[in-house]
């Protein structure tokens, strides 16, 4: 019996936790209920928390491993596995990933790797008072909600991820983009996914997608592959399906990979701060 209390965001989709402090140790059946809340609500949003980084990653480890990220550059010194993801610049370099100000990339974190994520934990020490909120889609409900004939049409096709692409496209809008090193890029081969996955705890389907890291669908042509990705992703990413999560100092953010897809949202960095750190887990 948990001894936090949950408010669902919406009937099915995202809930709000209060009463309970991650930076203390957490009791094993709070652990075990915030990893079936997850699994049911598939985005939680913990608010009110003071966490260091120690106490982000033991907060993490509840879900799975931690891992690093190849964008070594935006690595926390000391701590390997979690990632800054910021709007700053010093001396016009950016201290984080995420650092444009109309960066907006549906995606699955870490989707570019062969073994799948599984939960990524955002928390965020400077809020912007004006933008950068982070999307979250339903893919599940958006797969459910699929008329029967394209469900049948896209059950057991695959995609290419590729986060070569993903910087090709997004150097294109964002000519500060900082580049993967050549060591960098030798470490992200392209991965094929399939594009409806199923859940490895609860066996539901979901899209799996990402607007601007997938190069297509293998063995469908370019166009009839762009026309069908992009009818997924303007089905999935309405609005009945995302919850958009406005950031407080102190939130912490988990949401289960396998089930949702995200993007930041535009934040003029000459105007708003914003500061998070994220983990993923495997
Ligand atoms: C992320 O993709 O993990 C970061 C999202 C954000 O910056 O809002």
Not at 165 to 191: G, S
Not at 218 to 242: C, I, K, N
Not at 250 to 256: P, R, S
């Amino acid at each position: 019996m948990s001894r936090y209390h949950l408010d669902p965001l919406t009937p099915k989709f995202g809930a709000s936790i209060f009463g309970i402090d991650l930076s203390l140790p957490v009791d094993e059946s709070d652990a075990t209920s915030l990893i079936e809340d997850l699994l049911k609500y598939r985005v939680l949003v913990v608010r009110d928390q003071t966490l260091s980084h120690e106490d982000h990653l033991r907060v993490s480890r509840f879900f799975g491993k931690p891992e690093t990220h190849v964008q070594d550059q935006y690595t926390v010194p000391g701590f390997r596995q979690i990632v800054t993801i910021s709007n700053i610049h010093r001396n016009g370099v950016p201290i984080g990933m995420y650092d444009g100000d109309n960066e907006q990339e549906w995606h699955t974190d870490l989707s570019w790797k062969a073994q799948m994520s599984a939960v990524s934990l955002l928390y965020s020490v400077i809020a912007p008072e004006v933008g950068g909120e982070t999307r979250f889609a339903d893919t599940i409900a958006a797969y459910d909600d699929l008329p029967a004939g394209l469900r049948a049409r896209i059950d057991g096709l695959e995609t290419v991820h590729s986060m070569l692409h993903l910087f090709e496209r997004q150097a294109a809008d964002n000519p500060a983009k900082v580049p993967l090193t050549e060591a960098q890029r030798a470490q992200v081969p392209d991965v094929v996914h399939p594009l409806v996955r199923l859940h490895p705890e609860t066996g539901r389907r979901s899209l799996l997608l990402g607007d601007m890291i997938i190069r297509g669908i293998v063995g469908v042509d370019e166009t009839e592959s762009a026309q069908l990705l992009d009818q997924l992703h303007t089905h999935a990413t309405a609005s009945r399906y995302v919850y958009s999560h406005r950031w407080a100092v102190g939130d912490l953010v988990i949401w289960d990979n396998r089930a949702t897809m995200h993007t930041a949202s535009p934040c003029d960095h000459t105007r708003h701060q914003r500061l998070l750190y994220r983990t993923t887990v495997m």
